[in-house]
Antibody, heavy 118, light 112 residues
């Protein structure tokens, strides 16, 4: 059974940092491209960042470029999102998802909430 | 980056068919067959319903179908059922700058 389990969310003050983790199981993580997608309260889905299987190619949304860093550890079947310089508009549920060959997101975690507030 | 454009809401009666549109540009939907659709019920994670414009993952009902014409993709749900009431999002690959995927703003489907 495919499982993606996010962790690391919580309440942080503006300007602060958080590191999200996503533990993967049930599929070949090493050969899978991975993505972070977020959803602000009452809003739609917002693509954040993607990383290819070998970490050679990395992509960021304009809204997080220069503040967020995506990474992965294939030996640990884990995906990460280091979030720095957090702002109120980064408040959202953050989902990790596997990205398929047609750029679709075929498996999703349950999400971890991040709240940026003083 | 600009999101793909979806209607905010659509509605239909049980048994009817509805179509949700998703409009992009020549640098995403028009140029690539990498359109996907997601269903999201309140408080739940999104679920992949269509990928590669018109392909259904295993386990997704054949009442769901996808298509594309020019820079507009469409999701059609036939034989509407109460459990289809949810938010639906389209997404497309884009090669612009350091981006990878764009989402639509989402469409709330109400089954009357």
């Amino acid at each position: 059974e495919v499982q993606l389990v996010e962790s690391g969310g919580g309440l942080v003050k503006p300007g602060g940092s958080l590191r999200l983790s996503c533990a993967a199981s049930g599929f070949n993580f090493t050969n899978s491209d991975m993505t972070w997608v977020r959803q602000a309260p009452g809003k739609g889905l917002d693509w954040v960042s993607s990383i290819r299987s070998n970490s050679r190619y990395i992509y960021y949304a304009d809204s997080v470029k220069g503040r967020f860093v995506i990474s992965r550890d294939n030996a640990k079947n884990s995906l990460y999102l280091q979030m720095n310089g957090l702002r109120a508009d980064d408040t959202a549920v953050y989902y990790c998802a596997r990205q398929g060959v047609d750029y679709e997101f075929d498996y999703w975690g349950q999400g971890t909430p991040v709240t940026v507030s003083s | 980056q600009s999101a793909l454009t979806q209607p905010a809401s659509v509605s239909g009666s049980p048994g009817q068919a509805i179509t949700i549109s998703c409009t992009g540009t020549t640098t995403d939907i028009n140029d690539f067959n990498y359109v996907s659709w997601y269903q999201q019920h309140p408080g739940k994670a999104p679920k992949l319903m269509i990928f590669g414009v018109g392909n259904r993952p295993s386990g997704v009902s054949n009442r769901f179908s996808g298509s594309k014409s020019g820079n507009t993709a469409s999701l059609t749900i036939s034989g509407l059922q109460a459990e289809d009431e949810a938010d639906y999002y389209c997404a497309s690959y884009t090669p612009i700058r350091t981006l990878d995927v764009l989402f639509g703003g989402g469409t709330k489907l109400t089954v009357l």
